[in-house]
């Protein structure tokens, strides 16, 4: 009888377990012992990095399909321009205003949306207004706001590589008056 060669089903089968024990004991030590960084002010890893933002990209991508955005007037525009002063530029900055002081310190950096939101549609940017996205400090909009105003804040998005310092300071900030009543409520309480 001539000696068997290669491996049996059954023996590959005990190889791929026992490296997944391994694999699974070496996340367990990573996690569990403390190792694994999570600190805003530790840059990640290119690899790790790069796998989160292809992640999120393919994503967005699946969750938006099936999205069908309305038709935006120059007054819906104008209107999610508002409504992003309020919402979104502490973060993501405008045009001609920068983001707020702790923006920087965020990881990762909100990006500035004039030149991101390029590669979106304004369906997955409304998605993401509306959902957030997990472990980035975006939250999820669709918790406390509208869709209505989301999508005109996403068409906003979408316009915001054409819209002119000018122009946007001259929006007002639609919730500036809401987080004015908020603060006097706050005031009342005590």
Known sequence: MAPRRGLSLGSALVGALITLLILAAIAAAIIFGGLFPVAASVKDGTAFRWAVMEAREHNVQRSAKGLTAPRFTAADISE?????????????????????????????????????????SVEQVFWIAKNGIRMT??????????????????????????????????????HEHEEAEAGEEHDHHH
């Open 80 to 120: 999610g321009g508002s409504h992003y002063k309020g919402m979104c530029q502490a973060c993501h900055g405008g045009p001609g205003a920068e983001a707020g002081e702790f923006a920087p310190g965020m990881n990762p950096r909100p990006p500035n949306l004039a030149r991101a939101a390029g590669d979106l």
């Open 137 to 174: 400090g975006m939250p999820a909009f669709g918790k406390t706001d509208e869709d209505e105003e989301l999508w005109k804040v996403a068409a906003f998005v979408k316009a915001l590589p054409k819209v002119s310092p000018s122009d946007y300071s001259a929006l007002p900030n639609a």
